[in-house]
């Protein structure tokens, strides 16, 4: 067992952020698996329950749950920051061509360490990635993610139309190697497989239905995609998929929405869009610096809502333009602000906060696994020095409130807040 004496917030079921300003967290392991979160309350009150326990003394830090990145692409890394206008430009002139190195397993290495490195420096301790067409690219990740402990999730991406050479892949053998990379990889140590068509007009309807069939197959996997995200893309759908009610119901058609089903974007649906998404169980991955970098819109949260709709947050990197979750974060409060479009409202902090930990963590269907600092969640945190720059020492001393603490931090920090990342209580 370990302890350690800080400042900690966390989640209510009802996702109500709760604060200990002298708070006690006490880790220690759980049969096999990673080391879990054995108790968390007010130091005084609980530390009498442990005699003996090592205690780790990080007063004047902010024990917090490590982030949830929902959605990233860890092959854009070196994307970031593209300029193009718009999505298709996008990917047809800086994506697709970059992404075609992923063949090479030693590339694709070299990445993958790179990215794991960045996003514990960020405090993101769990995320769902977008890999290339390449297995070499899925199994490169996943060997990473595997040597560090992290629970993660990745798949590899299936396109068999208008791609170009390098990231096209097969039809038939893209089925195939999704299915042995499920079989190898999905549930070994904290592994996750995610089902991955890029987007529906990269897809034939092939390889759509047959991405369908392994989604009922292997309901535990995961599946992620984009949809609803620009208004070009929209366009290209509904003349690629005449049939189908919209673009968000061709994954519908194909049996690709349902729980553990996560879609980044959703910016431009319609009521029975959000209707559908409600009702099947899928979630949106919200990606708000993504959004704004490539100009596709604000995505609606007040409809998302209303509709009874589940999300969490995203960077989207490479289109996203930070690993950083407080840069994420404050980037979806101002798409939430946005009332040009649709309606405006002031998201709190600790709804944003929620939206990039426990919230995104339940929307992956791994509510109480990570994303907290519950009894129980595997325990991933991170922690946070809230006087790491002198304009947040300033602020962060002057707050009167829980809100006014947390606001301060998700509009001012950055990686120099997040001190350090504890993966599996390691
Ligand atoms: N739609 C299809 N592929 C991509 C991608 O790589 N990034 C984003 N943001 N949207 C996409
Ligand atoms: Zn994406």
Redesign the pocket.
């Known amino acids: 067992m370990q302890g350690y004496r800080a400042s900690i917030l966390r989640f209510t079921d009802d996702a109500s952020p709760v604060f200990e300003a002298d708070g006690l967290l006490v880790v220690g392991p759980s049969g096999e698996g990673p080391r879990v979160v054995h108790a968390v309350g007010d130091h005084a009150a609980l530390v009498g329950q442990f005699p003996g326990l090592v205690v780790e003394d990080l007063r004047g830090h902010i024990i917090a749950p490590g982030f949830v990145d929902m959605h990233v ?1 860890y092959p ?1 890394t070196d994307v970031i920051g593209a300029p193009a206008a718009g ?1 298709l430009p ?2 047809r002139d800086y ?1 697709f061509p970059h ?1 075609s190195r992923f063949h090479d397993p030693d590339y694709a290495t070299e990445v993958a360490a790179f990215f794991f490195d960045e996003l514990l420096r960020q405090g993101v301790t769990t995320a769902l990635t ?1 890999a290339t067409s390449h297995v070499a690219s899925v199994n490169a990740a996943f060997e990473v993610a595997k040597s560090r402990g992290l629970r993660f999730i990745t798949g590899k991406v299936l396109q068999d139309r208008h791609s170009p050479d390098g990231v096209r892949d097969d039809t038939e053998q893209s089925l195939i190697d999704t299915e042995s990379l499920i079989r190898r990889w999905h549930g070994v140590d904290r592994l996750g497989y995610a089902i991955t068509p ?2 529906a ?2 897809s034939s309807l092939e390889q759509l239905r047959g991405a369908g069939e392994l989604a009922a197959k292997y309901p535990q996997v995961w599946i992620q995609s ?1 949809v609803a ?2 208004l070009d ?1 929209i366009r290209w759908v509904a003349e690629l998929f005449p049939q189908s009610r919209s673009y968000l119901a061709v994954y519908g058609d194909f049996g690709l929405l349902r729980q553990r089903a996560v879609y ?2 959703c910016i431009h649906l319609n009521e029975e869009d959000r209707a559908q998404m409600a009702r099947s169980g899928a979630v949106v991955a919200v ?1 708000p610096t ?1 959004n704004l970098f ?1 100009g ?1 819109g604000f995505f609606d949260y007040l409809a998302a809502d209303t509709a009874g709709m589940r999300y969490g947050l995203a960077s ?1 990197v ?3 333009t930070s690993f950083s979750p407080f840069h994420t974060m404050l980037a979806a409060y101002y798409v939430g602000r946005e009332s040009q479009t649709k309606t405006g409202l002031s998201l709190t902090p600790g709804q944003l906060w929620w939206q990039h930990t426990a919230g995104a963590a339940q929307a992956l269907g791994l509510g109480g696994v990570v994303g907290n600092v519950q009894p129980g969640c595997e325990a991933d945190f991170v922690v946070l020095d809230p006087k790491a720059t002198p304009l947040l020492a300033r602020k962060t001393s002057q707050a009167n409130s829980l809100d006014e603490l947390l606001f301060a931090l998700i509009v001012l920090g950055d990686d120099r807040v997040v001190v350090r990342s504890v993966v599996a209580g390691g």
């Open positions: 692409h854009q999505l996008w990917l994506t992404e977008f890029r987007f007009p990269t984009h995200e620009n893309e980044a974007h990606s993504s490539l596709s989207d490479g289109g996203g």
